[in-house]
């Protein structure tokens, strides 16, 4: 009787939105293929491209049997490429990996399937910044390390930088929750990625860092209409995310830790405001968006009304809140 312990090898599918990506995801293609695991599909979304993306991936699938896409004649938007991409994917796990953006070597998969179990339902990696301009790689996730072995899925989603990419999200799970990446144009990361996590009931992480996330520090020269609505579609999806946080655990936990929950989404918040803050570099360009913010506080307070929400600083991720915390004064009312 042959007693060898048979390991788990889930299919993995691979998931890629494209959009005009043909002058920048040679590398990010070279280090999928490369990947040694064997049971993988490889799901590219293309989404209405007017380059060579739709060239490109035609002659992957000729190359490569993994390889698989699916088109959108008309630009849908990230959010909608990612549900696309997960209705069409036939593996047991799925994996995001965005377009510019790269594994660290052809072993991740392997590495990580290791951990995967059937009824395991997240398994969190982490990842390193490439600051391309400065030519560095740094280890955004070393936080993550101080944090027990095990922790929540909340404790996890409260204390890292967390997108869709990075993570292997068992597919049964994503039905079960009915997750939708289109609630907003977009930012579809930040509306839906605490409702994913908080309807967690079974949570890894590892500390094997997967992925080398591409960030241009390239200042910004101008603060106009298009400036001002990525400001509120950062609002509204954090507005999206706050409802479902507090829909999924209200009943869960109590007020106390709901209410510390909500803080540290508003600190988030706050921070992602400041860092588009300090990228301004114009003098003048920073005052306007110092009067925008002033204008605009009273109602981003109000997306956390009822939950007495303060500017705390407990994580190094409230750092940007700390170097433009005058941003978020409120005048005072004279009597």
Request: net charge positive.
């Amino acid at each position: 009787m042959n007693r060898q312990k048979t390991l788990y090898q889930p299919k993995i599918s691979i998931l890629i939105p494209l959009h005009n990506s043909a002058k920048y995801f040679n590398s990010t293609i070279k280090t999928i293929l490369n990947q040694s695991y064997e049971n993988l599909e490889i799901l590219f979304h293309d989404d209405a491209s007017n380059d060579e993306t739709r060239k490109i991936l035609e002659d992957l699938t000729i190359k490569d049997s993994r390889v698989k896409y699916i088109f959108s004649d008309t630009n849908i938007g990230s959010g909608y490429s990612r549900n696309k991409l997960i209705e069409a994917s036939t593996g047991d796990f799925i994996f995001f990996i965005d377009d510019d953006d790269e594994f660290l070597s052809p072993k991740i998969i392997e590495r990580c399937v290791k951990y995967l179990k059937p009824n395991l339902e997240i398994l969190s990696t982490q990842f390193k910044y490439k600051f391309d301009d400065l030519g560095i790689k740094i280890p955004i996730n070393n936080i993550v390390k101080t944090l027990k072995i095990n922790p929540s899925p909340m404790h996890y989603y409260l204390n890292t930088t967390t997108f869709a990419w990075g993570h292997f999200f068992n597919k049964k799970f994503l039905y079960d929750i009915d997750v939708n990446f289109s609630k907003v144009k977009k930012y579809e990361d930040i509306a839906e990625m605490g409702n994913i996590f908080s309807k967690c009931k079974n949570f890894k992480r590892t500390l094997i860092y997967s992925i080398i996330y591409h960030r241009k520090t390239n200042s910004l020269t101008s603060f106009d209409k298009n400036y001002i609505n990525k400001i509120e579609c950062i609002n509204q999806a954090y507005k999206f995310n706050l409802e479902n946080i507090v829909s999924n655990l209200k009943n869960d936990v109590s007020f106390k830790i709901l209410k510390k929950t909500v803080n540290s989404l508003f600190m988030e918040h706050l921070s992602l405001i400041s860092v588009y803050y300090i990228n301004l570099k114009n003098r003048n360009l920073k005052k306007e968006f110092k009067k925008f913010i002033k204008d605009i506080y009273p109602s981003i307070l109000e997306i956390y009304n009822g939950f007495d929400v303060k500017i705390k600083y407990r994580r190094i991720s409230d750092l940007p809140v700390f170097v433009t915390k005058f941003l978020y004064k409120i005048p005072k009312v004279k009597k």
